[in-house]
């Protein structure tokens, strides 16, 4: 049977098909921020469209600071729970299905300072492994995005994620962290309100009521992503790591590996296909090449002729 390589390149799948792209919540902040810059940028605007809307609603400058502050906290909170559903509860379904072949790069939870400031963001740990031919198919099966190697061959790549009860938890510690850094960010955002005072009237009581809603709404938000910080850090601690990458005798860059699993098309990784997890406990390695990245296919084809799939 002539097993032919699939083309390197943008698959068919114009959407992730199982798995949604969490960094849509990163633009949706930025256009959010895009959104007070462009308040402050069309102030006539904006304080004539608040005072309507302020004297239709009978709300007052206290009441718009706390529903402002109240706005942020939601806004934060909802976010860092999507970013925990989408990595730790959502299950989609993929392919029950298992492949082999060597280590190309590993990426392990943590390993960038983003990830830190925001542990809610955290990425499970993962490997790109250079399959084998005999499991090219699985590499385009549903219009995937195929990524190839460097190599001469250009081999395909499958990427393997390792689900992390690090990186769970210190999700879950974020929400809670940032559920009581925003309380206290809301109680200071009022109390800054109040010490500043914006008179009732005035030319220039629109743009101080808009400059305290904006400081309100920063307030809230720094305070509820320190809380995020501080409790995702002590959810991290306290879970203990697990990344298959960094504990012990953990997977390096040209070991032989078999990852059975949950095959999906991730829309982070341009969908492509990942195992989105390999069974837990479920990988065997099989000893290391000789070789040096990148490798080709040739490798594993040859080196690792009997897998555990």
């Keep these: 049977m002539i097993i ?58 206290p009441v718009a600071v706390w529903l402002a502050a109240v706005a942020a906290y939601v806004a934060v909170l909802i976010v860092i729970s999507v970013f925990f559903y989408k990595n730790c509860v959502e299950e989609p379904r993929g392919l029950d299905t298992c492949s082999s072949g060597v280590i190309e790069e590993v990426f392990p939870s943590f390993e960038d300072w983003s990830e830190w400031v925001f542990p809610f963001a955290a990425s499970h740990p993962r490997v790109d492994v250079v399959v084998k031919r005999d499991y090219w198919g699985l590499v385009d099966n549903g219009g995937a995005t195929v990524v190839c190697n460097d190599d001469a061959e250009r081999s395909p790549i499958l990427s393997a994620i390792f689900h992390s009860s690090e990186v769970c938890a210190a999700g879950g510690g974020a929400i809670a962290g940032a559920a009581i850094g925003g309380i206290g960010g809301i109680i200071a955002a009022v109390a800054i309100g109040a010490a500043i005072g914006c008179a009732a009237s005035g030319p220039f009581y629109l743009l101080c009521l808009l400059v305290v809603l904006i400081i309100a709404v920063i307030v809230v938000t720094v305070a509820a992503l320190i809380g995020a910080l501080i409790g995702g850090l002590i959810g991290k601690a306290a879970a203990g790591s697990d990344d298959p990458i960094t504990d012990g005798a953990g997977l390096t860059v040209g070991d032989y590996i078999t990852t059975p699993g949950n095959l999906i098309i991730m829309g982070n990784l341009d969908n492509a296909r990942a195992y989105w997890f390999v069974t837990e406990g479920g990988h065997t390695v099989h000893g290391r090449s000789t070789g040096s990245a990148p490798f080709s296919h040739l490798d594993p084809d040859t080196n690792l002729p009997v897998d555990a799939c």
Aim: aromatic share 8%; with cysteine; proline share 3%.
């Design 4 to 61: 032919t390589k699939p083309p390197c390149g943008v698959g068919s799948a114009s959407t992730a098909t199982t798995f949604s792209d969490l960094w849509s919540v990163i633009l949706l902040l930025i256009s959010l921020g895009s959104g007070i810059v462009a308040l402050i940028t069309n102030f006539k605007k904006a304080s004539a469209f608040l005072a309507q809307a302020f004297t239709l609603l009978g709300i007052t400058t």
